[in-house]
């Protein structure tokens, strides 16, 4: 892993555009002379570290570019574990780009340059401030669609995910001591594997791992969301469903088929997990060009779909010849795809509004509903999160990303091939051992204390300038 470079870095650490306060961020070693040299020497002599001053900045001749807040962060008791320097403005573009470049100018001779993307957090990550499950968290906060997957990912930064690996760890750490003791000493003829309950051990920390993963898997639910396709033939109420969940008129609904053209996205939230609706032009033969360009959409929407809803119409919904594209829609879909199918229309023909599951699984096979009187819509939006496997885990849940998932999975496989080993005839404790190992590496990934740089360029690259 590459050296910190402590040269200055600065940005603008507000959004673009127009505001009200606009923020210059500072971060290195040594910000003496930019200090000095912004504010004017007697002002930087009085500046108190962590404690806000007014004053001016100044251009290299001594005149005024604003006025505003100054505030200076001594290392390592900052953000990035360096000196920070934040400089608070008025936040107007020209003004926050002239105080940058004298910032820049400033530093010319200490190195300063401007900040990459998720540079400061990437130098708070190098400095230990944070482990890499945390500043992940803080692009998540940043990223927060809903009121939960933000609340969430405070609980990521605030270290409640990377503590529960950190525990795991742990606990494999003590596991692996006693089997490479064991190996160490193999005169003393100790049966480790009944002596130190080294199964009873590793069938704790499987447990322990399954609890994780299940809720990483939750917190990833909340970070990515779900895109959700609704396919079906024309005329089956697919945009008067996506109205209803919307709770808007966001698409155009006429009784004539064939309404919907193109692809019609609007994202939603149920219970704080984001969902993308997407409402697709009917499933239909049609010598018309241009609605079939739609219909070839809609096939490229449900190759991407998380979970398909699968309209019919409640008065035809018994007669296969009108349910014809069930089997296709079927056979084109990724495997591995949940869909749902939807009795929309129960107000034409007075059925009630019910949910039929699975006999085998017990999870929703079938929602019927209203779309047009509102009737079954809140058991379709249950049905939805169950059938991605959504539970709230109220104020436990943390934010978690799809490489933190995989290496979990990986740690997983590891201790499954650990029990093998032991249980073995003949107990292959070196290999038994070694499967820790890897388990123990694939955690350690999370929080990045075993982290290729090019990863890392790969995670901090995406954040925003500034942060």
């Known amino acids: 892993m590459a050296l910190p470079?402590?040269?200055?870095?600065?940005?603008?650490?507000?959004?673009?555009?127009?505001?009200?306060?606009?923020?210059?961020?500072?971060?290195?070693?040594?910000?003496?002379?930019?200090?000095?040299?912004?504010?004017?020497?007697?002002?930087?002599?009085?500046?108190?570290?962590?404690?806000?001053?007014?004053?001016?900045?100044?251009?290299?001749?001594g005149t005024e570019i604003d006025r505003g807040l100054a505030l200076h962060f001594p290392a390592p008791h900052s953000y990035t574990g360096e000196d920070v320097l934040e400089l608070q403005g008025h936040g107007g573009p020209v003004v926050m780009q002239m105080l940058l470049a004298r910032v820049l100018q400033a530093g010319a001779a200490l190195g300063a340059r401007l900040a990459e993307p998720g540079e400061f957090t990437q130098r708070a990550f190098l400095n230990d401030k944070l482990d890499l499950a945390q500043a992940e968290a803080v692009a998540d906060l940043i990223d927060a669609s809903t009121e939960q997957a933000a609340r969430s990912a405070t609980r990521s930064l605030a270290g409640v995910f990377s503590q529960a690996v950190h525990a795991l760890v742990g606990s494999l750490v003590d596991l692996r001591m006693l089997v490479e003791a064991t190996l160490d000493f193999p005169e003393e003829e100790i049966d480790f594997l009944a002596r130190a309950d080294a199964l009873?051990?590793?069938?704790?920390?499987?447990?322990?791992?399954?609890?994780?993963?299940?809720?990483?898997?939750?917190?990833?639910?909340?970070?990515?969301?779900?895109?959700?396709?609704?396919?079906?033939?024309?005329?089956?109420?697919?945009?008067?469903?996506?109205?209803?969940?919307?709770?808007?008129?966001?698409?155009?609904?006429?009784?004539?088929?064939?309404?919907?053209?193109?692809?019609?996205?609007?994202?939603?939230?149920?219970?704080?997990?984001?969902?993308?609706?997407?409402?697709?032009?009917?499933?239909?033969?049609?010598?018309?060009?241009?609605?079939?360009?739609?219909?070839?959409?809609?096939?490229?929407?449900?190759?991407?779909?998380?979970?398909?809803?699968?309209?019919?119409?409640?008065?035809?919904?018994?007669?296969?010849?009108?349910?014809?594209?069930?089997?296709?829609l079927l056979a084109r879909l990724p495997r591995g795809v949940p869909i749902v199918r939807v009795v929309n229309k129960i107000d034409l023909d007075g059925q009630p509004a019910r949910v039929e599951r699975d006999p085998a699984s017990g999870q929703p096979s079938a929602v019927w509903l209203s779309a047009l009187t509102g009737e079954g819509i809140d058991a379709l939006r249950a049905a939805l999160l169950e059938r991605v496997g959504w539970h709230d885990a109220g104020q436990s849940q943390f934010i978690a990303r799809e490489r933190h998932l995989i290496a979990l999975r990986a740690a997983q496989a590891h201790l499954a091939q650990a029990q093998a080993n032991a249980q073995a005839r003949a107990a292959q404790l070196e290999l038994f051992a070694e499967e820790l190992r890897l388990a123990q590496g694939e955690l350690a990934q999370i929080t990045g204390e075993f982290t290729a740089d090019d990863l890392l360029g790969v995670i901090f690259g995406r954040f925003c300038i500034g942060k």
């Open 5 to 61: 470079d402590s040269r200055p870095i600065a940005a603008i650490a507000t959004a673009p555009g127009r505001g009200g306060i606009g923020v210059v961020r500072v971060s290195g070693a040594g910000l003496g002379p930019i200090i000095e040299a912004v504010l004017g020497a007697p002002a930087a002599a009085t500046l108190v570290p962590r404690t806000a001053r007014y004053g001016v900045f100044l251009d290299d001749q």
């Open 200 to 328: 009873g051990q590793l069938a704790r920390l499987r447990a322990r791992l399954d609890a994780l993963l299940a809720q990483a898997r939750q917190g990833a639910l909340l970070r990515e969301g779900l895109e959700v396709v609704l396919a079906g033939e024309p005329n089956v109420g697919k945009s008067s469903l996506l109205n209803a969940l919307a709770g808007a008129e966001v698409a155009i609904v006429t009784p004539i088929a064939g309404t919907t053209r193109d692809r019609v996205t609007q994202p939603i939230q149920i219970q704080g997990v984001p969902l993308n609706i997407i409402d697709t032009a009917g499933l239909r033969d049609t010598d018309d060009t241009i609605e079939r360009l739609g219909i070839e959409r809609t096939w490229q929407a449900l190759a991407q779909a998380d979970l398909v809803l699968h309209l019919v119409a409640a008065p035809e919904a018994g007669d296969p010849a009108t349910t014809d594209i069930g089997p296709a």
